[in-house]
């Protein structure tokens, strides 16, 4: 249905050539927004296919990034300052990167095997897919109280400690961080 719109931008431009640029970029839309629903459960698919090759190798990958960062004790650099308009987006990364929402999939595909044993993960499961507002509403009190612990502290460094505090206090987790890593891939591959 955006043919109209196609047509529209030629007119408005007065130049045909506008009218192919259009229908190109209505197409795009069209096919991003198929790829969009479809390509997850593709994906899914797949995944149950070679659950545990993708086990194994997340295992290694989990391992080598953690004795990468044994290593390698330099923070990166790139983020030690952060702009204010990038905070949302460094936030989003972070998160990601740290596993914050994909912690959870595996409890809401239902392709944790530990449900018969694990009283949490069962009351995780129930609640993801029996009711979306419960989970909406779990995401958006979990989100409300980091922000409130986080807030807290920050505002006691800014108002009260300062800079000079942080600087002096500050200790590196790097280490832990890496070690926890390797255990844990270590743990992922004997059982896969």
């Known amino acids: 249905m955006g043919w109209p719109l196609a047509v529209s931008a030629a007119l408005m431009e007065r130049k045909p050539g506008r009218l192919w ?56 650099r790139f983020l030690a300052r952060v702009r204010p308009t990038q905070l949302a987006l460094w936030s989003f990364l972070a998160a990601l990167a740290h596993g914050a929402g994909l912690m959870l999939v595996p409890i809401y595909l239902g392709i944790c095997k530990t449900i018969e044993t694990d009283a949490g993960h069962a009351a995780a499961s129930v609640l993801m897919t029996s009711n979306t507002t419960v989970a909406l509403g779990v995401a ?16 006691g460094v800014y108002r009260w400690l300062g800079l000079k505090f942080l600087s002096k206090s500050w200790f590196n987790l790097d280490l832990v961080w890496a070690a926890s890593l390797i255990l844990v891939g270590v743990i992922a591959l004997v059982m896969a």
């Open 21 to 76: 640029r259009a229908l190109a970029a209505l197409a795009g839309g069209h096919l991003l927004s198929m790829l969009a629903i479809l390509l997850p459960f593709t994906v899914l698919l797949w995944l149950v296919d070679y659950q545990r090759q993708i086990q194994i190798g997340a295992a290694l990958l989990v391992i080598a990034l953690g004795i990468y960062l044994t290593i390698n004790r330099r923070h990166p």
């Open 140 to 155: 958006l009190l979990h989100s409300l109280a980091m922000m409130t612990a986080g807030g807290a502290l920050a505002f």
